[in-house]
T-cell receptor, first 121, second 112 residues
């Protein structure tokens, strides 16, 4: 059974860069797209972006595009998120997930348990 | 971005009774390839979301057959034929027709 596990600092200061890593186990990271999705407390879900493990190609949410960078390290079965210039509005639970692939459609079929990120001085 | 509107926002239910959740899109989610790009997810309390239905009506692996998805164009419905205690949580529809994929605001199902 594939498992995803997010890791991150928990607390980030305003204006600094948030860095998160998702480790994939129980299956191959290759051949898939991998996404980051966030959820502010008591609010809905927002897709941040995705990366292809095979090509490194990325797609980002236009609302965050100027601040987001995603990368993948297949040798470690990990993919990562960097979000720059964070503010309190970036405080949220951050999930990593497998998916989505549009052409031969694959939705978000595996999710990590989430990691809570608080932006505060 | 495509906007998804779910109703009702909250749904108190009695175990065993049927449940219906609506999701309406600001534009059609039918692509020329014949696929309708709407999925349904359930987020149980304290858990991450998990996939129930994809491409409008396809149950994900391991999802009980009491769950079904239907609809077309811009109007979709998730039905639970007889709700069970483990079905409590927030249900989200999601569209994947365009980048970024967007989610509805959620429907909270709770036991009366």
């Amino acid at each position: 059974q594939m498992q995803l596990q997010e890791s991150g600092p928990g607390l980030v200061k305003p204006s600094e860069t948030l860095s998160l890593t998702c480790t994939v186990s129980g299956g191959s990271i290759r051949g898939h797209y991998w996404s980051w999705i966030r959820q502010p407390a008591a609010k809905g879900l927002e897709w941040i972006g995705r990366i292809s493990s095979d090509t490194g190609n990325t797609d980002y949410n236009p609302s965050l595009k100027s601040r987001v960078t995603m990368s993948v390290d297949t040798s470690k079965s990990q993919f990562s998120l960097k979000l720059t210039s964070v503010t309190a509005a970036d405080t949220a639970m951050y999930y990593c997930a497998r998916g989505y692939i549009w052409g031969n459609y694959r939705p978000f079929d595996y999710w990590g348990q989430g990691t809570l990120i608080t932006v505060s001085s | 971005d495509i906007v998804l509107s779910q109703s009702p926002p909250s749904l108190p239910v009695t175990p065993g009774e049927p449940v219906s959740i609506s999701c309406r899109s600001s534009q059609s989610l039918l692509h020329s390839n014949g696929n309708t790009y709407v999925d349904w997810y359930l987020q149980r309390p304290g858990q991450s979301p998990h996939l129930l239905i994809y491409l409008g009506s396809n149950r994900a692996s391991g999802v009980p057959d009491r769950f079904s998805g239907s609809g077309s164009g811009s109007d979709f419905t998730l039905k639970i034929s007889g709700v069970e205690a483990e079905d409590v949580g927030i249900y989200y529809c999601m569209e994947a027709l365009q980048i970024p994929p967007t989610f509805g605001q959620g429907t909270k199902v709770e036991i009366k």
